[in-house]
């Protein structure tokens, strides 16, 4: 209940974005939590897949104090999917273009300052983790030529992360990028190519990101870290 009223401010937005985006069905349920939301562009459209309840997306949470404390800004032309609960900490920003189609697997969360540009496509599997800082764009948003003046490629891709992925601190993920389950990435890497093929409970890291080690994962029921004095 505590954590329901920090919303509370937020109630007018709150409402008129759930009723903007869902059947009235859902809507009544304000299944979709807004804090200090930033509306800068409210096309598209919104799915919830599975059941809906109060509160089940949270947009703008406030987790981690060293970065801003500014909410969530919101730009969509798009179509965006939740599957399940989501949350998306404080200084973020989604951004969607007309055609694209983000999705968000079940149990995700980004903690603070993530960055979603998808003009084609970006898909999460379920129980992802996203660190501090984290940039995630399909498209290039510029084409590239050859001398000849032929186009060197589309321009864009679909970025498809597998499930129970971590993302550490400050990665960027570009078009055509593909991780396998139980993948890590490690903090300030650049993730450009299909890692798909590689076996589940991986690490990859660098710049450009490759397999750097095999056999671990993060649990998500046992991954704290206990300081020693």
């Not at 404080?90 to 300052?113: E, I, K, M, Q, W």
Request: hydrophobic share 35%; net charge positive; charged share 20%.
């Amino acid at each position: 209940m505590k954590q329901l009223l920090r919303y509370l401010p937020y109630l007018p937005w709150t409402v008129w974005f759930n009723f903007r985006y869902l059947p009235l069905r859902q809507a009544v349920r304000l299944p979709i939590l807004l804090r200090k939301p930033r509306l800068l562009r409210c096309g598209g459209r919104i799915r919830i897949e599975g059941p809906v309840h109060t509160g089940m997306v949270r947009l703008g949470v406030f987790g981690v104090s060293v970065y801003p404390d500014r909410g969530i800004a919101w730009e969509c032309d798009g179509t965006v999917t939740f599957a399940g609960r989501c949350s998306i900490g404080n200084d973020s920003y989604v951004a969607v273009g007309h055609g694209g189609c983000l999705r968000f697997g079940r149990n995700f969360r980004a903690t603070a300052a993530l960055r979603a540009v998808c003009y084609h496509e970006l898909t999460f599997g379920d129980d992802v983790l996203v660190g501090w800082d984290n940039t995630f764009c399909d498209t290039d948003f510029h084409r590239v030529k050859s001398r000849g003046g032929e186009f060197r490629h589309a321009g864009y891709a679909p970025i498809r992360i597998g499930r129970n992925n971590w993302f550490a601190m400050k990665c960027t993920t570009l078009k055509g990028a593909r991780t396998p389950d139980y993948c890590i990435v490690g903090a300030a890497s650049l993730l450009s190519g299909d890692h798909a093929g590689e076996a589940p409970r991986c690490l990859l890291a660098g710049n450009p990101a490759r397999l750097v080690r095999t056999d671990v994962y993060r649990d998500s029921n046992d991954d704290k870290i206990t300081y020693n004095p």
